[in-house]
C-alpha cells in the first residue's frame, strides 16, 4: 500500500502548488467545463493527453481505449462523443494514434490473446485490407498501420450518427487524425482533417486508394 499512499501525497503536493500559483483555479473548474477538444487516444500509459499538448484540466475532454478504436457499436465511445459534440459544443474533435502501439503489434503479430481479439478485430480487417504493408520491414510496417488505423478511426468518427447530425445542423466541428511518437514526444497531423461530409468523402476516396 506504500506507493498507493505515494500517490495519494503526490495529489496533496499537486493541489497545494495549484492553489498557490493560482487561487482561484479549482474554483474555476467547479463552475463549467468549456474544452474546445475531444480526444480520443490509446490507454498507453505513455501517452496522456493533457500533457503531450501542453493543456491544463477542464480544457480537453477525454476518451481512451485500446488502440485508440471507434466503434459503430462501443456504446461507452458513442456517448462520449454525443456528449462532446452535443453538451460541450466542443470545435474538435482529436483522434490520436501513437507509434509502437501495441494493439497493432498485436494484430501483426497474429498470436490469440483471448477477448481482446475481438476488440482488435477492426483493426485486424485493415490490415487483411493493405497487402502492401507486408513489403516493408517490421518497424516500418508496424508505423505504417499505426498510422493507418488512425485514418480508419478519422472516417469512423465521421461516420457515426453524432457527426452527420451535428454537420446536418451546421455546427462547427472537425475531425483530425494525428500519431504521437513516444520516441521524441512530438505530434504528427496526418493531414485527413474533417470539417463536412465532403471532407468525410475526400477521406473515404483517399483510404481506398490506401487499400
Request: charged share 20%; proline share 4%; with cysteine.
Amino acid at each position: 500500500m506504500s506507493g498507493l499512499h505515494d500517490l495519494i501525497a503526490a495529489n496533496r503536493a499537486w493541489a497545494e502548488g495549484v492553489k498557490a500559483s493560482d487561487p482561484e483555479f479549482f474554483a474555476r473548474l467547479c463552475d463549467q467545463q468549456q474544452p474546445e477538444y475531444l480526444w480520443i487516444g490509446c490507454s498507453d500509459s505513455r501517452v496522456p493527453a493533457n500533457q503531450i499538448v501542453g493543456l491544463l484540466p477542464g480544457e480537453i475532454f477525454v476518451h481512451r481505449n485500446v488502440g485508440n478504436l471507434v466503434h459503430q457499436t462501443d456504446l461507452n465511445c458513442l456517448a462520449v462523443l454525443q456528449f462532446a459534440v452535443e453538451v460541450l459544443q466542443v470545435r474538435h474533435v482529436i483522434v490520436c494514434g501513437h507509434y509502437g502501439c501495441g494493439a497493432v503489434q498485436a494484430v501483426l503479430d497474429g498470436r490469440p490473446l483471448g477477448l481482446i481479439d475481438n476488440w482488435l478485430r477492426n483493426i485486424e480487417i485493415l490490415y487483411r485490407r493493405c497487402p502492401q504493408l507486408d513489403e516493408l520491414p517490421a518497424g516500418e510496417r508496424l508505423d505504417a498501420l499505426c498510422e493507418h488505423n488512425v485514418r480508419a478511426q478519422v472516417q469512423a468518427v465521421c461516420d457515426t450518427t453524432v457527426l452527420r447530425a451535428a454537420w446536418a445542423r451546421g455546427q462547427d466541428v472537425t475531425v483530425h487524425g494525428w500519431i504521437y511518437g513516444i520516441a521524441n514526444g512530438l505530434v504528427k497531423d496526418l493531414a485527413v482533417s474533417c470539417a463536412g461530409p465532403e471532407d468525410r468523402n475526400r477521406l473515404c476516396v483517399q483510404h481506398l486508394a490506401l487499400e
